[in-house]
């Protein structure tokens, strides 16, 4: 996995500075990256690239995919605000194998129908799932990396998400070849996805940890401190899940409306994949001079760039500058947001991971079905992207005065 090759490398040149970086957090990173790549790359943004053949092959509208996305994003929001009780203490690592589990069962469901109806339901339990194997297994591989001071693991395991989609990039691609255009192609990626969902699993369950470091808080934790910052940056962060998701949702759709060519359309996903599994990576070494406000900022507004590109630019190069900006910044501004709210909020690092994502649910759950049905009605996804990316520039402009406190 490329995540995993990159902390290698990195292994490498912390022996040669005479450091170390452990076997059992190496196992914890690796635990962590496969485990988002099932979860979130397979597990929910394989349906960006699965969309347009599902669109053509079911068939269905823009508005029908946009209700099905907003769906996955309303369990994503149910299951993160019910991580954010105390209920799993102790009991962190079962939850997140079984959050992967019904990941793969949920990615084979989506085969067996073509009703909108319940698609939707499919992903609605998909996004609870995806949500549960987030919190959970952050809480764990996190906290290891914290506990040993080493932020190597934090950017392998969101480097996770970007690996996976990546692959599922591939994997549509070939599924694609090797049906020839049928319109089934689309069932035979649900499988596909089912497939290496079930395979990570057994990868996970022999590198995942039993539970979270033993120096991190255990039991229930004690309420988030709601102060002025503490607003900002959550309410920052929920519109970041609005500004994002149109693009993350449609970017492949874009590109087949635009009639931009089949390897374009594998292309623009692909790249975002690649880019976001090293974003963590590359965004590292400016966080110490800039300050983590600073690059959560300047991330947001690369984004805002990356989003415009994919309907500013020609329609040859859009989808794939629009990808790579866009890769290259979603994950980082996902990984540095939850690592600002630990700062703003360090008793309650659980709660806060839960009830960002909550907050960051919310915007995801709008995006689709305002970009969804604006399109049906203009044919183009032009001003939802627009829209996305003034929403972005107000998430920077809501967090600037937050800036300082964690800089």
């Known amino acids: 996995m490329i995540v995993a090759i990159i902390v290698q490398r990195d292994n490498q040149r ?17 635990a962590g990256a496969i485990a988002m790549a099932a979860a979130m790359g397979f597990g929910r943004f394989s349906y960006t690239p699965i969309l347009p053949g599902m669109m053509s092959g079911v068939p269905l509208s823009a508005a029908d995919a946009g209700f099905i996305a907003s769906a996955n994003f309303v369990g994503y929001l149910v299951g993160a605000v019910l991580a954010a009780y105390g209920w799993a203490a102790g009991r962190e690592r079962k939850v997140a194998l079984l959050a992967l589990a019904t990941t793969a069962l949920l ?8 009703s909108v109806a319940i698609f939707a339901a499919i992903r609605f339990l998909a996004g609870v799932a995806s949500a549960f194997a987030l919190v959970f297994t952050s809480s764990i591989v996190l906290s290891h990396g914290a506990a040993a001071g080493n932020d190597h693991v934090q950017a392998a395991h969101f480097g996770g998400p970007g690996a996976g989609i990546a692959l599922s990039s591939v994997m549509v691609m ?16 649900w499988i596909g996805g089912a497939i290496y ?9 022999y590198l995942l940890p039993s539970g979270p470091a033993s120096s991190a808080q255990t039991g229930k934790e004690p309420a988030i401190v709601w102060n002025r910052p503490m607003l900002l940056l959550t309410a920052s962060y929920g519109l970041f899940g609005f500004g994002y998701v149109i693009t993350g949702t449609f970017l492949v759709t874009i590109a087949r409306m635009d009639a931009a060519g089949q390897m ?4 623009c996903w692909f790249i975002a994949g690649l880019t976001a599994a090293v974003a963590l990576f590359a965004w590292k070494p400016l966080v110490r001079p800039l300050g983590l406000g600073n690059v959560y900022v300047a991330a947001l507004l690369v984004e805002t760039a990356g989003v415009l590109a994919t309907v500013l630019l020609p329609r040859s190069v859009a989808p794939l500058i629009g990808g790579a900006l866009f890769g290259a910044t979603f994950l980082a501004i996902t990984a540095y947001g939850l690592q600002i709210g630990r700062k703003l909020s360090p ?8 009830m960002m994502t ?15 049905w604006i399109a049906e009605r203009t ?7 627009y829209m996305a990316a003034v929403a972005l520039v107000v998430c920077a402009l809501l967090v600037l005065p937050v800036v300082k406190k964690v800089s």
Not at 107 to 114: D, G, K, P, V
């Open 14 to 30: 912390m022996l040669a500075r005479n450091e170390t970086f452990p076997t059992d957090l190496f196992r914890t990173a690796l």
């Open 107 to 114: 990615l084979a469901a989506m085969a067996m129908t073509s």
């Open 174 to 189: 070939l599924i694609g070849i090797a049906y020839h255009g049928s319109s089934d192609a689309w069932r035979a990626n």
């Open 197 to 205: 969902s079930a395979l990570s699993l057994l990868a996970v369950w």
């Open 264 to 267: 374009v359309e594998f292309l």
């Open 347 to 354: 008793a309650s690092p659980r709660r806060t991971l839960a």
């Open 358 to 372: 909550a907050a960051f649910g919310v915007g995801q759950i709008v995006g689709p079905v305002v970009a969804g």
């Open 379 to 385: 044919g183009s996804f032009t001003t939802p992207t």
